[in-house]
């Protein structure tokens, strides 16, 4: 098939979605002898208008997991808002060491639906948002090549083809996709206020440089007292990790739990990024 454009389409609140989507896109493109664009829906203003895209697009679209799945304050953006029209598409997710459960599937699936063929997809190991040492570094010069792998062979698929194909790629997975992943207590149970964490601010290192303002994928920060998240938090750690002076942090009794839950159970294991053709 004849592609004319690749596409990096990406929610990436700390990055390493970003650079996987962005450098298996450029090798695509290169392969492919087509032109590259890339487009991030981090911020709210990005959500307001849609995406279409045509038969000679390839669309490569990124998401890290959430929960174990596609993010939910992602999802109706993804589902109403982002259209193909027979595009050729890669589903690629990030995920932080423990699992991506159906994040794959899920993503796969809302594609499929939107009039786009999935002809290949990824799942890949990022550091976690919430973790200094669960999957850090990662993805690192293993998982590179994996996407490189991918950008590949997704290239000979895409040369290869005729016209685009009957069934999407096959990808890891349960469908009917599962509920969401719940963090649990020692007893076993669904951990109190998890969901109402928000992060809080350290004012003796805060230098008001307005970042964590700009970035918030939700907009929730208030621009006039930065320590305030008065909307929504989804977690994903963005104010944290892109805070020059590391003044953001949660402090929360039922996060820090769920942290370190997760770093005894999947910190000393690595998981493997993977790939599906
Ligand atoms: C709210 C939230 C839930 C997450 N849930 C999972 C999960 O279910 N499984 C997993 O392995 N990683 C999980 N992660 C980790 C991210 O998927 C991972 O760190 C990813 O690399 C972040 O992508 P980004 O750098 O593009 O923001 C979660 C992260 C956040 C913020
Ligand atoms: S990014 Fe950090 S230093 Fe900058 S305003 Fe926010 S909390 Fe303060
Ligand atoms: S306030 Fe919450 S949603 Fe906004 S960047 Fe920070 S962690 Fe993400």
Redesign the pocket.
Known sequence: MNIKHVWAVYFS?TGTTKKVVCRLSQSIARGLDASWQEYSFNLPEARQRDLSFGPSDLVILGVPVYAGRVPNQMLPFIRDQIHGVGTLAVPVVLFGNRNFDDGLMELRNVLAVNGFYPIAAGAFVGQHSFSEILGAGRPDDQDMALVYELAEQTIKKVLELKEPPNTPVSVEGQDPIRPYYIPKNSQGEPLKDFLKA??ITDLNKCINCGL?VI????G??DPENISQ?VG?????????KGCPTGA?YFDSESFLFHRKDLEDRYGGVRAESRIFL
């Open positions: 609140p928000k992060p964590c970035n918030c994928p939700m929730s920060i998240v929504k938090c989804i977690k994903c750690c963005g104010c944290i953001k």
